[in-house]
């Protein structure tokens, strides 16, 4: 596609429920990156990829977050166990790394735990 | 780590006034951008500064890159309702963050008509 894919748009899950949200970006970008924007807030950095270097995990806010991407392309943030306050809108982005690296975002896919 | 702050977190103006957003940092950057969001859609660029000093203008909007490339600054004259939405800056490190951008947390803006 033309853009960064995000899946599902909208998720509703159940306390204690894992999720995986998907994230499928520009073809041939190397970074991705995962925020997480709560309702009227800006973005939280939760994780950064960068080619095959390890990722960059130090925005996960617990050991119940991860996230992989496979092939250096598709990326999933998984949430084990999930909580009240992790809802949230999940945003990913992807760029080309180089000089100057815009970001392009995804739609987001907004998680709302019940 | 690199941090951005920006400020105000929260800005609330009739149509016509001007604002302006800041964008600080302790860091240098390589370059800094501007990003605008709207309800629903993700962050989508208006500007990309890269040299020390640099200004920039988009029509109401005009953009500055500070001379230490460690901060930058957002401008709008007249603003419109239409202007209203969240404002993030975002710098370019380089070292051994190349190529990661570190966003600040953004600038609510609300233009009432």
């Known amino acids: 596609g033309a853009g960064v894919s995000q899946s599902p748009s909208n998720k509703v899950t159940e306390k204690g429920k894992d999720v995986e949200l998907r994230c499928d970006p520009i073809s041939g970008h190397t970074a991705l990156y995962w925020y997480r924007q709560s309702l009227g807030q800006g973005l939280e950095f939760l994780i950064y990829?960068?080619?095959?270097?390890?990722?960059?995990k130090s925005g996960l806010p617990s050991d119940r977050f991860s996230a992989e991407r496979t092939g250096g392309s598709v990326s999933t943030l998984t949430i084990q166990r999930t909580q009240q306050e992790d809802s949230a809108v999940y945003l990913c982005?992807?760029?080309?790394?180089?000089?100057?690296?815009?970001?392009?975002f995804g739609q987001g896919t907004r998680l709302t735990v019940v | 780590t690199q941090l951005l702050e920006q400020s105000p977190q929260f800005l609330s103006i009739q149509e016509g006034e001007n604002l302006t957003v800041y964008c600080n940092s302790s860091s240098v950057f390589s370059s800094l951008q501007w990003y605008r969001q709207e309800p629903g859609e993700g962050p989508v660029l208006l500007v990309t500064v890269v040299t020390g000093g640099e200004v920039k203008k988009l029509k109401r909007l005009t953009f500055q890159f500070g001379d230490a490339r460690k901060d930058s600054s957002l401008h709008i004259t007249a603003a419109q309702p239409g202007d209203t939405g969240l404002y993030l800056c975002?710098?370019?490190?380089?070292?051994?963050?190349?190529?990661?951008?570190?966003f600040g947390q953004g600038t609510i803006l609300t233009v009432h008509p």
């Open positions: 990829f960068q080619g095959n270097s390890a990722p960059d």
């Open positions: 975002a710098g370019e490190a380089g070292g051994t963050s190349y190529g990661k951008l570190t």
């Open positions: 982005a992807s760029s080309l790394s180089g000089v100057i690296s815009e970001a392009f």
